[in-house]
T-cell receptor, first 111, second 115 residues
Framework: NAGVTQTPKFRVLKTGQSMTLLCAQD?????MYWYRQDPGMGLRLIHY???????AKGEVPDGYNVSRLKKQNFLLGLESAAPSQTSVYFC??????????FGEGSRLTVL | AQKVTQAQTEISVVEKEDVTLDCVYE???????LFWYKQPPSGELVFLIR??????QNEISGRYSWNFQKSTSSFNFTITASQVVDSAVYFC????????????FGTGTRLKVLA
């Protein structure tokens, strides 16, 4: 099925560990985004990409890195996880009509 | 700078009541796009509507309607005859055309529809 797939769906980390969230889309979209959702904070943009090989910072980029080596994949990395990064992470790609199409989310807990 | 404000944190209504969710935005651009998304208890984010800044016509889709007023920088969402299935968090979002390609979301309004 066409869409945005996030891997993994759930993960528990210890402080200081690293991990990578993978976002894959099969709709040939150019623009991709990573958001985090926290209670009372809404959706905050971490990083985004306007095409293969490009990335840019959003509102809350600190502590995260991203890569877009292939058009269909947008990776979000945490080099040294902190409890403040406990959140639900959403990936999205922009459809031709301008709205964002979201993945199902990835719940990350950092102990 | 872009900003979206959803001042209503949580609203509770009884089924069949009408309810309006407020959204106020800030942008310096003359060309921009506004969106509403629904997040039901299952957690996924569902696109509801897109509106560009040149189209101030109100839109109706079944029990849903949207009122876009540039004069007050508002893009409000009304649900008529609410149903329990409307219970969700609703997000308003803004994208301007300054070249940053960012979509900025409000903090969301949690709607509870009681049977």
């Amino acid at each position: 099925n066409a869409g945005v797939t996030q891997t993994p769906k759930f993960r528990v980390l210890k402080t200081g560990q690293s991990m990578t969230l993978l976002c894959a889309q099969d709709m040939n979209h150019e623009y991709m985004y990573w958001y985090r959702q926290d209670p009372g904070m809404g959706l905050r943009l971490i990083h985004y990409s306007v095409g293969e090989g490009t990335t840019a910072k959003g509102e809350v980029p600190d502590g995260y890195n991203v890569s877009r080596l292939k058009k269909q994949n947008f990776l979000l990395g945490l080099e040294s996880a902190a409890p403040s990064q406990t959140s639900v992470y959403f990936c999205a790609s922009r459809v031709n009509t301008g709205e964002l199409f979201f993945g199902e989310g990835s719940r990350l807990t950092v102990l | 700078a872009q900003k979206v404000t959803q001042a209503q944190t949580e609203i509770s209504v009884v089924e069949k009541e009408d309810v309006t969710l407020d959204c106020v935005y800030e942008t310096r651009d003359t060309t921009y796009y506004l969106f509403w998304y629904k997040q039901p208890p299952s957690g996924e984010l569902v696109f509801l509507i897109r509106r560009n800044s040149f189209d101030e016509q109100n839109e109706i889709s079944g029990r849903y309607s949207w009122n876009f007023q540039k004069s007050t920088s508002s893009f409000n969402f009304t649900i008529t005859a609410s149903q329990v299935v409307d219970s969700a968090v609703y997000f308003c979002a803004l994208r301007d055309t300054s070249g940053t390609y960012k979509y900025i979301f409000g903090t969301g309004t949690r709607l509870k529809v009681l049977a």
